[in-house]
């Protein structure tokens, strides 16, 4: 039986505003860090901002780029560099622990695919949960 009309209504407003929901503060994020220091503390706030720049990524990455850096606010070159270290050190974990759960997730599956034996199934859920934990809580 097909779901009535409302029901699928229902359905689409629920997931629109999961969408917006989840996708709300990231969207937020970008446009702020497109705005400028007057306009982020503008009241009433503005939706978009009137003169949208990547000034303050090129000062974060420690770019000079022409750009105007009373603009974007302070920032120092030694923050500049601080970042610098700490996304290359977030690049290099968020790669080891990706590779490290595919090896361990390709041979779990391999292993359960091939071999049957008793209590595979509830070792295979114990595998399964344990890849949701990030390794980096452990």
Known sequence: MRP???????????????????????????????????????????????????DAYSSLLGSDGGGDKARVGVGTASDASAFKSALLNTTILTVVSTLVILVVAILAGYGFSRLAFKGSSVLMWVVVATLIIPLFTL
């Open 4 to 54: 009535s009309r409302l029901a699928t209504a229902a359905r689409v407003v629920v997931v629109v505003l999961l969408v917006a929901w989840s996708l709300g503060p990231i969207v937020v994020g970008v446009l702020t860090s497109l705005s400028t220091q007057p306009e982020i503390a503008a009241l009433p706030a503005h939706w978009l901002p009137a003169d949208p720049s990547l």
